[in-house]
């Protein structure tokens, strides 16, 4: 497995790849590495004759310092851990590489951005829409791959592929649990043994919210009451927002009549969770 830092060396590597006319999988990462990303490294190795994986902590996505400050690093067991699902290049720029002095250009998308996550961290889609484009443009995969834990951002990476005419294959894999329901993210290792038994509130939610769609409730109100009422229950939780949107455009909807998906962000102590499931 080769580890491949500067931008020209990838871009050599694809140019050789491409020659050989094999096919690319791409798993674009933040590093801090779990099974929910190990799961994306399995079907992309599976369905492709070369995996890539990048390991790059993207600074313009992140709204909040401190979020940025704390977010967890490990690049050598993360390489270890792209190695053991044998990839065939790890690409790990650093911020000088991808944003040198003088970058001023971003890629913006509105609408599915004004929703939910965007709506609450400014800025944070169009560092995600602006990396994602670049990584694509130096890695130029056949397919990408994407967790639906973070929901807004595979609804918006599918978007942008398709409005930017890009010859991409998005997938978006199941989210990858722990044994008792809380969703794998690498934020997790910042919640202590309580906050992490409080986090808990956040799928039982969501299990609520599918049992009731499932016998016929199709008023979101209602249905977003009970997620309300559980997650408030739970100590150290503070709600940013719990909302079920249009599947497709993520705007919200009252009445639960064609595929729908309910989503929550909430903050356990000093840490912010996502989680999603879809209804239909
Ligand atoms: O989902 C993530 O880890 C990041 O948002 C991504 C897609 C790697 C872009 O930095």
Partial sequence: ME??????????????????KESIGFVPTMGALHEGHVSLMR????????????IY?????????????????????DIEIVEREN??????????????????????????????????????????TTIVTKLFNIVKPDKAYFGQKDY???VVVEKLVADLNMEIDV??????RDEDGLALSSRNKR???????????????LLKAKSMFA???????????????????????????????NAHTLEDVSLINEKAVAAVAVWIGNTRLIDNIILE
């Fill in 3 to 20: 580890v491949i830092t500067k931008i020209s060396e990838m871009q050599t590597m694809v140019f050789s790849i491409k020659d050989r």
């Fill in 57 to 77: 902590l993207n600074p313009t996505q992140f709204d909040n310092k401190e979020d940025f400050d704390n977010y967890p690093g490990q690049l050598d067991k």
């Fill in 152 to 154: 807004q951002q595979s």
């Fill in 171 to 176: 997938k978006v894999l199941p989210t990858v």
């Fill in 43 to 54: 079907s992309a190795r599976d369905e492709n004759d070369e995996l890539v994986v990048s």
């Fill in 215 to 245: 016998s016929n409730v199709k008023d979101a109100k209602e249905i977003i009451e009970e997620m309300t009422s559980i997650i408030k229950k739970a100590k150290h939780t503070r709600t940013d927002y719990i909302s079920i949107v």
């Fill in 87 to 128: 990839a065939d290049v790890v690409f790990a720029p650093c911020t000088d590489e991808m944003y040198p002095e003088g970058f001023c250009t971003y890629v913006t998308q509105d609408k599915l951005t004004d929703t939910m996550c965007g709506r609450l961290r400014p800025g944070h889609f169009n560092g995600v």
């Fill in 191 to 205: 919640l202590n043994p309580e906050e992490r038994r409080s986090a808990l509130c956040i799928y039982s939610s």
